[in-house]
């Protein structure tokens, strides 16, 4: 059942007779439009339209059919069915409510009006729920702000569906997806012509602030399929998504002034609540990001409850903007991305360095950890994925293909594989924990629209390993791979934070299993020393696990590591090993675990983390060598060999038609590390004149002290050898 309204709105009728009337009364509503064209296209936009599309008066009176009946029930059912009911709140006090009256803004109002108005949305039994939504039974209530996640998604979801009202009546299209996303939203729509333009922005921001100030309340129905197969009759991507999408006989739409839409919930009070909002950036995409579908006009937003907080976030942006790896990448000739091969990196050699230096790291790492590492096929039998359960839950993301009749697919991961490694002889207790680790090729059909530069790619790597280890074993080897990531990241010069996800409702196993490995993983992140953040229920449904974000130099927090349990896969492929008293049907644990996640991925990260200054032992240009004069070119060009020779990124500068300056300037802003300059004293004396990219002047050195001292800070892996030299 669907919320009463606030007593203190407009009732529904009364508002469609507003828009309806303002709608159909051509003087009135030309004089408006003007009005509507100032405020609601800026310069160079588009006004609004004048009169509004007709689908959106007759999907109102639809609406208001409905609501009608729906708030006539409630209030019967309000009458009849209300009892008394407790509402748990998070620290353990009890509050007296009646069901079908009660809801939870009105609870957060009990306690302080200051709550309830901050108060972004409300979640009831783990569940989050319209603050205007009844409550119906005895429940547990918390109350989330902004700066929580869940209320952040809420909250730029209904500023979604705020932009998406403008939209429908600034361009008059077919709306599509309207969801949040990490940082803000977008909405897709259809246009049978023409497109979105930049310009359009200052007057979609304008009406949308028009919309926040009508304080236009978010309603929410559950009506029928059928009958919404009716009201979405001209909007065949509604339809679709019914059809497709909806397997049960009644969803719920949500109103906010003449906008209703498809859609879960739930959402702000009222528009009111979104008290800044900036839309700053457009792009065409693809229906469901399928190529072969039609093209949609996407526009993305932004939205804060202060007005302050959006300031920070364009300084911010624009802070971003200057880091984007797409952008660095193409400025120090890293990488590249071609129409012939989508999402499939051309890593140059500077890039092509980054990218091996970073698995040689991790590798060292593996032999002093005790990992082997193996080498496995790219392509299985789909057999193979039948027996994991990926066939039936992810073939739709793998690349498949049919050889002597029978369907093969490119690897998306590695587990599998190493099962049938595991599997391949009788194993014994005394093996165990065996760790393997595998940087293969992995392959995702990710949708086309979806991909993004180096962070979501069909072509990638990963540290990947899978450790098989007995039940007794995991909190030793959870505490092992806790310690591995914290030594990594410390080299990166990350901080984190760590989640542990327990088991959810739908889980497979059995409980006392469950339970016994999750005090391990308790344990192991107790010693662990770090502090830790409970997720009671969000674990996979094959076991729990450890969720790592890291966080980089300019605020934004990264999920890369991964540590999980899985007792499921090593039963899909009736591993055992022999145990001390000889029962060789032992079931193993697999434990899943990536630190640098996808090599990609964590390039990009770097990148934007640095700035493009890399760190000496993972800088493609770490040594430029820049002779005074043509005098001492042959000198120069010896002294890149020795470097060259002893294994650096390492150039020299010959142009003579630069100046010594420019020449240091340059080799500064391409971000070299170190500049060695040489004039007609140091070729004498067989030195170089050392300084750094920050213009730190070290002096004159031997070019073997220069080497020796620079290769142990490479060796050490430094993270300011400038300043450490």
């Known amino acids: 059942m669907c919320s009463p309204l606030a007593r203190r709105h407009l009732n529904s009728s009364t508002r469609h007779q507003r828009f309806s009337q303002a709608n159909s009364e051509g003087g009135k509503q030309k004089e408006g439009g003007k009005k509507k064209t100032k405020e609601g296209s800026g310069d160079g936009g588009r006004p609004e339209l004048s009169p509004w599309p007709e689908y959106i008066n007759q999907r109102l009176e639809v609406y ?100 998406g009202e403008a939209m429908e009546r600034v361009y008059g299209g077919c709306l599509c997806y309207g969801p949040p996303i990490e940082n803000g939203f977008y909405y897709d729509m259809f246009l049978e012509d023409g497109g979105v333009s930049s310009n359009d922005f200052t007057g979609l921001e304008n009406l949308c602030k028009k919309i926040m100030k009508e304080k236009q309340p978010f309603e929410r129905l559950e009506v029928s399929k059928e009958t919404l197969l009716e009201m979405f009759k001209y909007n065949k991507f509604k339809c679709r998504i019914l059809n497709e999408k909806v397997d049960t006989p009644t969803t719920t739409v949500y109103r906010c002034g003449p906008l209703i839409d498809l859609c879960r919930g739930p959402h702000v009070r009222h528009t009111g609540k979104i008290k800044a909002l900036k839309i700053h950036k457009n792009s065409s995409t693809y229906w469901e990001g399928k190529a072969d579908m039609e093209t949609l006009q996407r526009i993305y937003g932004i939205s804060f409850p202060d007005p302050k907080m959006l300031k920070e976030w364009e300084k911010f942006q624009e802070e971003a903007k200057n880091r984007d790896h797409r952008k660095i990448g193409r400025e120090q000739e890293l990488f590249f991305f071609h129409d012939l091969s989508p999402g499939s990196c051309f890593f140059l050699p500077r890039g092509a360095f980054i990218y091996n230096q970073l698995i040689s790291f991790i590798r060292q790492e593996y032999r002093k950890r005790g990992f082997q590492e193996v080498v496995t096929p790219n392509v299985y039998n789909s057999k193979l994925w039948q027996t994991s359960g990926h066939w039936q839950h992810y073939s739709e993301n793998m690349f498949s293909f049919e050889v002597e009749k029978e369907i093969f697919a490119l690897k998306p991961m590695n587990c599998p594989g190493h099962c049938l490694m595991f599997d391949h002889r009788p194993r014994s207790w005394r093996e165990l924990p065996l760790r393997m680790a595998d940087f293969g090729v992995l392959h995702r059909n990710e949708l086309s629209g979806a991909l993004t530069g180096l962070t979501r790619v069909r072509r990638f790597q990963q540290d990947d390993a899978h450790i098989f280890c007995a039940m007794e074993q995991i909190e030793e080897e959870i505490k092992s791979c806790l310690d591995f990531l914290r030594s990594v990241y410390n080299v990166f010069g990350f901080t984190f934070k760590l989640n542990l996800s327990t088991r959810p409702e739908k889980f497979l196993g059995d409980v006392e299993v469950w339970n016994q490995a999750e005090k391990q993983l308790e344990n192991s992140l107790n010693e662990f020393g770090e502090q830790w953040i409970l997720n009671p229920g969000d674990g996979a449904f094959y076991g729990p696990k450890i969720d790592i974000q890291i966080k980089d130099a300019i605020g934004r927090y990264h999920q890369c590591a991964t540590i999980q349990l899985d007792f499921q896969l090593p039963i899909r492929f009736n591993l055992t090993y022999v145990s001390p008293d000889g029962d060789d049907k032992k079931r193993p644990v697999i434990i899943h675990r990536a630190i640098l996640g996808s090599v990609e991925r964590m390039i990009a990260i770097l990148t934007e983390n640095y700035g493009g200054k890399w760190p000496l032992w993972l800088s493609p240009q770490q040594v430029m060598v820049v002779p005074v004069g043509p005098t001492c070119d042959d000198y120069a060009q010896k002294v890149r060999e020795q470097f060259h020779h002893a294994g650096f990124m390492a150039d020299v500068d010959l142009d003579h038609g630069s100046t010594l300056n420019k020449k240091i300037r340059n080799a500064q802003l391409a971000q070299y590390n170190f500049i060695l300059v040489i004039g007609e004293k140091e070729k004498a004396s067989g030195t170089v004149n050392i300084r750094t990219r920050d213009n730190k002047v070290h002096g004159e050195r031997t070019v073997e002290d220069t080497i020796a001292r620079l290769l142990q800070l490479k060796e050490s892996r430094s993270k300011n050898s400038e300043e450490e030299f």
């Open 64 to 163: 208001n059919k409905l609501k009608s009946e729906h708030d006539a029930l409630l209030a019967e059912k309000a009458a009849k069915h209300s009892k008394p009911i407790k509402v748990t709140l998070p620290d353990g006090k009890q509050v007296e409510a009646e069901s079908w009256k009660t809801t939870p803004y009105q609870v957060a109002a009990g306690i302080s009006q200051g709550l309830a108005d901050n108060t972004v949305i409300a979640k009831v039994n783990n569940a989050v729920w319209d603050l205007d939504r009844p409550l119906e039974e005895d429940c547990t209530l918390a109350l989330l702000k902004f700066d929580n996640e869940e209320a952040q998604a809420v909250y730029w979801h209904s500023s979604a569906h705020i932009m």
